[in-house]
């Protein structure tokens, strides 16, 4: 059984920094690509960033490029975003998802992911 389980968010200020972690369980990490995606109440869960299956390709959102970065450990089966210089926009509860195909680049749309965590909130206050 896949298993996607997120940590690290919490409650900071505007220009603060977060890292969330996705750690990853029952299937073979390293072979697929990942993603964040992210969503407010109301809204459409919007895409984020997404990081290929090894690690050396990476896509990220208009909103977040040059303040969120992503990454991976296979080693540890994984994922991780590092976000700094926070916005309020950036609040919002994060997904991290596994791409149905293995060795992608990681897409933006979210019907190219079959498994998805429970989430974890964000809040960024002024």
């Known amino acids: 059984q896949v298993y996607l389980v997120e940590s690290g968010g919490g409650l900071v200020q505007a220009g603060g920094s977060l890292r969330l972690s996705c750690a990853a369980s029952?299937?073979?990490?390293?072979?697929?690509?990942m993603a964040w995606f992210r969503q407010t109440p109301g809204k459409e869960r919007e895409f984020v960033a997404a990081?290929?299956?090894?690690?050396?390709?990476?896509t990220y959102a208009d909103s977040v490029k040059g303040r969120l970065t992503i990454s991976r450990d296979n080693a540890k089966n994984t994922l991780y975003l590092q976000m700094d210089r926070l916005k309020t926009e950036d609040t919002a509860v994060y997904y991290c998802?596994?791409?149905?195909?293995?060795?992608?680049?990681?897409?933006?749309?979210?019907?190219?992911?079959?498994?998805w965590g429970q989430g974890t909130k964000v809040a960024v206050s002024s």
């Open positions: 998802a596994k791409e149905r195909s293995s060795y992608g680049l990681g897409r933006r749309s979210s019907v190219a992911y079959d498994y």
């Open positions: 029952g299937y073979t990490f390293s072979a697929y690509a």
């Open positions: 990081i290929s299956w090894g690690g050396s390709s990476t």
